[in-house]
């Protein structure tokens, strides 16, 4: 059955769920398969079929077809291959199957008394059946309006639709059509894929699966690019099932190493834990040396004592912490000392620079780390500053 001019439907490229750009069907058609053909020869005789039938020769088409359940009747379908964008065209070698959008149709699942309306994106295709098959017996087909010219609107698709139902009935001889609007998102499940339909309130009316061979006898593409893809998914295959037995291998030799495994993890995870307590490890040493070293001020009778007594309340614990105190002559006073970051270093020489017992202030060998800051300040009191300093030794 040819088709009117005006039709457009699409092929579509499963890979990535988009519709390539518009093609010329010029032929469909359910042809009987004669039943004295050995099993397996069914595919030639429908390709002989169609270039039969066809004005060019096969080398010059798109081309597919849709064998029954039974083997006696193929439905096929031809597009002129210069209808065709080369960029899209391009774009299949990308696809896992390039297919026509009303492939859903040919299913099993669509088959009914009544006729079948498919909206697709770009096309309307009807169908009608009968008791010979599953595949349609008749089909009709436009492209939708989606551009209007200069002036005019876009019908709406409703309007389309019905004057659409209208003509597919006339020319396929039904009085009643259901309505089904393809969802264009193929799902993949193992070697199947499955399609879908829904009717106008969105609800699901059909999902129909099609195997990777039915799938390989519609596709579109030249038989070049078929076999190519093919062989890709056969060596795919072959690539799996070896990483599925290297995983099996990998797996025994992880499974006699579980002990020694678990045991790296623990003291691996023992480790780590060390690693974040030696930051407070180390403050809590400072603070035991730092109150060593105090203790040992108070229980001496030195009189550097009381120099440290008076920088305490600059100290702002736990912003400084003084680790270690050293003396150099009668007025000087060496703190080595840490803080978190290099901003309280800064604001405690600040302070120690606005004490008025202090004449001058150096910070050296200061260190920035992840874990804080360590400096030493050498502070250096004015004389007097003190009763022992200002009256000599007690």
């Known amino acids: 059955m040819s088709f009117p001019s005006k039709f457009k439907p699409q092929a579509q490229a499963y890979e990535l769920d ?6 010329h069907w010029f032929f469909c058609r359910r042809i009987e398969i004669p039943s004295d053909l050995d099993k397996g020869e069914e595919e030639g005789f429908a390709l002989l079929e169609l270039e039969a039938l066809s004005p060019f020769p ?3 088409l798109h081309y597919g077809y849709r064998l029954d359940k039974a083997g006696r009747f193929a439905f096929v379908f031809a597009a002129y291959k210069r209808r065709f964008e080369k960029v899209d065209q391009a774009a299949w070698k990308r696809g896992d199957a390039v297919l026509p959008d009303f492939l859903l149709a040919l299913h099993a699942a669509a088959r009914s008394e009544e006729g079948l309306v498919l909206v697709t994106e770009k096309s309307f295709a009807a169908f009608s059946f009968d008791d010979s098959s599953e595949l349609p017996a008749s089909f009709y087909a436009e492209a939708r309006q989606l551009d209007a010219e200069e002036g005019e609107e876009v019908p709406s698709l409703k309007s389309q639709l019905n004057r659409f139902e209208s ?8 009085s009643r059509l259901r309505i089904w609007y393809a969802n264009t998102e193929a799902k993949w499940i193992g070697q199947t894929a ?4 829904v009717d106008s309130s969105e609800s699901p009316v059909a999902r129909a699966d099609f195997s990777r061979s039915q799938l390989w006898k519609a596709d579109l593409r030249d038989p070049e690019q078929i076999e190519l893809a093919q062989k890709e998914e056969r060596q795919n295959a ?5 990483l599925g037995a290297l995983a099996a291998l990998v797996a025994l030799i992880l499974l006699g190493e579980v002990y020694w495994g678990a045991s790296s993890a623990y003291l691996s995870y023992r480790n780590s834990k060390i690693a974040e307590r030696t930051p407070l490890v180390e403050e809590i040493q400072g603070l ?4 060593n070293t105090l203790r040992g001020f108070l229980e001496s009778d030195l009189q550097p004592f009381e ?3 008076a920088l305490l309340p600059m100290q702002q614990h736990p912003d400084i912490i003084y680790r270690k105190f050293e003396t150099e002559g009668p007025d000087v006073l060496v703190i080595d000392a840490r803080a978190n970051n290099q901003t309280q270093v800064t604001e405690f020489k600040k302070r120690l620079d606005r004490f008025d017992k202090i004449s001058s202030v150096e910070l050296s060998k200061q260190v920035n780390k992840p874990t804080g800051s360590t400096f030493t300040a050498t502070i250096r009191f004015k004389f007097g500053a003190f009763y022992q300093l200002a009256g000599g030794t007690q």
């Open 58 to 60: 096969l080398d010059h």
């Open 238 to 242: 072959i690539l799996w099932k070896g």
């Open 288 to 291: 035991q040396s730092t109150s």
């Open 18 to 23: 988009a519709f390539m750009a518009p093609a």
């Open 194 to 197: 499955w399609f879908g339909a």
């Open 167 to 174: 003509i597919a009935k006339s020319r396929l001889g039904i």
């Open 307 to 309: 120099m440290i007594e």
